[in-house]
């Protein structure tokens, strides 16, 4: 007696693997701790007000350069407020734990591409690379 498998049951066990992966990811330290730092900037009303404050900085640049007008002070300024925002402790620690997860993603990308012989995360991310 054979068992045959379908390109259905293929299909659901990818599917299921690729739930317990994203749910194992979720459990990693890193992961946690990208969380709790996410909360954190997200909870302090001040620092909210500096990344709005930031934001405004942002996209009168990201137009004064779309008009021709952005001078080399406007950009400096745009720089020295990032630095300042990214300098806050709550930021800081957010910016880290980012990374660290951005890394482990590109980990575990590297594993699932290598028998793929593609860049999954790369085609997976559904924008046009030239």
């Given amino acids: ?17 690729a739930t317990e992966l994203g749910e194992a990811i979720t459990d990693l330290p890193a992961y946690q ?8 900037v997200e909870a302090d009303e001040e620092l909210q007000e500096e990344i709005r404050e930031f934001e405004q900085i942002r ?15 406007d950009l400096r300024e745009l720089q020295s ?4 925002l990214h300098e806050k402790p709550k930021m800081s620690e957010y910016l880290q734990a980012q990374s660290e997860v951005e890394l482990k993603l590109q980990e575990l990308n590297e594993i699932i591409s290598e028998p793929l012989e593609v860049d999954f995360g790369q085609k997976a991310g559904g924008c046009c690379e030239d």
């Fill in 81 to 84: 407020a990032q630095q300042e």
């Fill in 59 to 73: 996209e009168e640049f990201m137009m004064a350069r779309q008009s021709g007008t952005a001078t080399n002070d």
């Fill in 1 to 17: 007696m054979s068992v045959e498998t379908t390109e259905g049951d293929i299909t659901n066990d990818v599917d299921e693997l």
């Fill in 33 to 40: 701790e990208f969380l709790e730092a996410k909360q954190a």
